[in-house]
């Protein structure tokens, strides 16, 4: 049985540094998954099939970007439960959020397999991939109970203060993964559709085992499942609704940076999109210590034990800081030889290069903000991240991309996000400083 941690004593330094590593490993798994996806499909069924799954991919971030924030309210809620010692709210808690999510899963597999071609269709898909694309689509919909399931048990366990035991659930995954994407599209010849299955049979056998182990170990307390109270649902629903928005506020985000992006042209278009995968790897360890301070900040927020909660942002602020400092340092001497990895057009690696040169020694104050956030967050104060994330996004970091890149080409991309990251880590310390986060009250006395 894996060890589960109570962050209201004990050194938080090394709590934070033994609690994060295994979260830290798991997104990388998580990473790897989408990755040997695209790397069987590219390579055995070609450009047509990687691409109809990179569309079919995109609508399904949308409903992942939500199911990560109904458990960012999981998380927040239940650590805080776990900090007041409190068996039969966390009992109460658990047996809604696990109501809520069934429903809505179920809710969401039926429309989404109903209307899958319709949402392909309106992100303008090209028919030579409109049919591969809804397969993959319908497929995954299908599925997606076990994509909600296998996501939800990762956040109780961590909740709890138990990081291992999600890294295994996802290790099975992964590698059933890597065993299934060939074994179903080459061997079974299933094409496409074999890919989809792939993914949906790993994640459920993942699922399955996961939801066994768990009840098995008794590690959470899991009960025979019944309606939840009014209370409850508005609770989940109030902390859940604004978390799922703040993924949408970045994709969205995102989205317009990369509009920004296309007007230099394919080269720099295809510089950019290497370097931004470099970025999703880079920013793991900031991404694995946001959710770590979230959990261990949780459990003391649930016992009032703010100046414990004080300590917890200020080891977290300097762990993240030196740990993306020094990621950063290593990207600006390595730049050439990462987008290389990726591509090998003159005019991309040279811009890639120079993106990542300028913008990995922002990435420590892009982790001031995962941190910060991270605290926010872990006393419900679901609708400030959200705001904050609106600032971030949509008043700095957008607008900032657009104005240094007319006036100074395509350069100014990299120097007006490396901007708009110091900026807006300056808002996440002046409303962790000043704003009235702490006076969040989730729970009736």
């Keep these: 049985m894996e060890k589960q941690h109570d962050f209201t004593e004990g050194n938080i330094v090394k709590q934070l540094f033994v609690f994060s590593g295994p979260i830290i490993l798991t997104n990388l798994l998580q990473t790897s998954y989408q990755f040997i996806d695209s790397l069987w499909v590219g390579n055995l069924l070609g450009a047509n099939a990687l691409g109809a799954i990179g569309v079919a991919s995109t609508i399904f971030f949308i409903i992942l970007s939500f199911i990560i924030g109904l458990n960012n309210a999981a998380l927040t809620i239940l ?10 709210g966390l009992k109460s808690y658990l047996n809604a959020f696990v109501v809520i999510l069934t429903v ?26 409109l049919e591969e694309a809804n397969v993959y689509l319908q497929i995954n919909f299908l599925g997606i109970l076990f994509l909600f399931g296998y996501n939800f048990i990762s956040t109780v366990m961590r909740s ?4 291992k035991t ?3 659930f996802v290790t099975i995954a ?33 699922f399955i085992y996961g939801l066994f182990h768990v009840l098995h170990k008794k590690l959470a307390p899991f009960s025979i499942p019944s309606l939840p109270s009014r209370e409850e649902i508005k609770l989940i629903l109030n902390l859940g609704i604004p978390s799922g928005l703040q993924m949408s506020v970045i994709s969205g985000g995102s989205a317009a940076i990369m509009s920004v992006v296309t007007v230099f042209g394919s080269g720099v278009v295809a510089g950019f999109s290497s370097a931004q995968r470099l970025d999703s790897l880079l920013m793991l360890p900031a991404h694995a210590l946001s959710t770590a301070v979230s959990s261990m900040a949780g459990q003391n927020i649930g016992v009032k034990n703010w100046k414990r909660v004080s300590d917890i942002s200020k080891y977290g602020i300097l762990y993240n800081f030196s740990v993306m ?5 290593i990207v600006a001497f390595f730049a050439e030889y990462g987008v290389e990895l990726f591509i090998r057009e003159e005019e991309a690696v040279e811009f890639g290069t120079k993106y990542l040169q300028i913008i990995a020694l922002c990435y420590p104050f892009l982790g001031i903000n995962f941190i910060l956030n991270g605290i926010v967050r ?9 705001v904050l994330n609106i600032i971030s996004f949509w008043v700095l970091r957008y607008p900032f991309t657009a104005l240094f890149a007319m006036k100074f080409g395509e350069i100014g991309i ?19 400083r000043f704003g009235k986060w702490r006076e969040k009250e989730l729970f009736r006395r």
């Design 104 to 129: 809505i899963a179920v809710v969401l597999g039926v429309v989404g397999y109903q209307f899958s071609e319709q949402f392909l269709k309106l992100l303008g898909t090209p028919d030579v991939m």
């Design 378 to 386: 872990a006393a419900g104060a679901m609708y400030q991240v959200l």
């Design 325 to 329: 400092l020094l990621i950063g340092i």
């Design 160 to 163: 709890l203060g138990d990081s």
């Design 174 to 206: 992964v590698i059933l993964n890597i065993i299934l994407d060939p074994l179903l599209i080459r061997t079974f010849n299933w094409g496409v559709e074999g890919a989809a299955y792939a993914t949906v049979l790993s994640q459920g056998i993942a």
């Design 414 to 432: 990299a120097i007006g996000m490396g901007l708009s990251f110091m900026i807006s880590s300056l808002f996440a310390i002046l409303y962790y």
């Design 166 to 168: 999600p890294l295994r």
């Design 79 to 88: 650590s805080q439960q776990k900090g007041k010692d409190n068996h039969l």
